[in-house]
C-alpha cells in the first residue's frame, strides 16, 4: 500500500486532500483509470514500464504469503459483523477504525463507535503487523484496486490467472476501514465500475523487474 508520503516525495503533482501524508493513498479520486494510468495521472507520472496494478492472482499470492487460512495470520472468528479479534493485530477495518482527526468520516450512525470517539477513518500505513513476505496492510485500511476485470473464478485449480480480457467490473480487495469483518479476508473480493471512486478505495503498485541467474 502507497502511503501520501510516497506519492508526494516522488510525485509531486499528486495532492490528497488528507491532511496527515503517512496514511494510505486514498480519496485521489482513486478510480481504476486514474490508479491504472490509462486516462489518468499516477502511472503517466512514473517511467514507462517500471510500476504497474497487481492482477488478482498476484495480489492473493501477496496476501496470504503461503497461508491457507481466512487471514494472513489465521483463522478469523467472527462474534459480530464488526467484532472479529483476529483482525485487530493486523487490519483497520470497521470494528477499530475510530480516529481524532477533522477529516474522518462521522459515524455517529454507527453502532461500532465507541472510547468518546466519534469519527473513523484510515489510519498511517505500516502501523499494523506485516504478514510472512513483510507487507503491511494487505487486510484492512484502503480496499485495493487490481488490473484485472472480474469474473466467476473458475471451476478447477490454475496458476497465475491473468482475468478476463473484457469487462465491466474491475476487482477491489484487503477491505477497508469503512468495511465489516467478512470483507477483510485473504478471499475477499469486490468488484466495482472503473470509473467508481470512494474514500476508502486506494492501490497497491507492483514492479517488474528482470536478472539474470548466476
Known amino acids: 500500500m502507497h ?3 510516497a506519492w508526494m516525495t516522488s510525485l509531486p503533482a499528486v495532492r490528497s486532500h488528507k491532511s496527515a501524508n503517512v496514511r494510505p493513498c486514498s480519496n485521489l479520486g482513486c478510480l481504476w483509470r486514474f490508479a491504472r494510468g490509462k486516462t489518468g495521472i499516477v502511472l503517466r507520472l512514473i517511467p514507462a514500464g517500471t510500476y504497474r496494478l497487481l492482477t488478482e492472482a498476484e495480489w492473493e499470492y501477496a496476501c496470504r504469503a503461503g497461508t491457507q487460512t481466512a487471514l494472513y495470520s489465521g483463522a478469523m472468528d467472527m462474534r459480530g459483523a464488526s467484532d472479529a479479534n483476529a483482525l485487530d493485530p493486523i487490519a483497520w477495518y470497521r470494528g477499530n477504525s475510530m480516529v481524532d482527526y477533522d477529516s474522518g468520516y462521522d459515524l455517529k ?8 470517539h466519534w469519527k473513523a477513518g484510515t ?3 505500516g502501523g499494523k503487523r506485516a504478514n510472512g513476505f513483510g507487507l503491511c496492510d494487505m487486510i484492512g485500511n484502503v480496499l485495493e484496486w487490481c488490473r484485472d476485470w472480474h469474473a466467476p473464478y ?5 496458476t497465475d490467472a491473468p482475468g478476463p ?6 476487482v477491489l480487495r484487503g477491505g477497508g476501514w469503512v468495511n465489516f469483518a467478512r470483507y477483510c479476508r485473504s478471499a475477499a473480493r469486490l468488484r466495482v465500475p472503473p470509473a467508481e471512486r470512494n474514500f476508502d478505495f486506494g492501490l497497491r503498485l507492483a514492479r517488474t523487474v528482470s536478472f539474470s541467474p548466476q
Not at 450512525?109 to 468518546?116: H, I, L, M, Q, S
Not at 473458475?154 to 490454475?158: A, R, S, T
Open 3 to 5: 502511503s501520501m508520503h
Open 109 to 116: 450512525e454507527w453502532p461500532e463507535a465507541r472510547d468518546g
Open 123 to 125: 489510519h498511517p500505513a
Open 154 to 158: 473458475l471451476g478447477g485449480p490454475v
Open 165 to 170: 480480457a473484457s469487462g465491466n467490473l474491475r
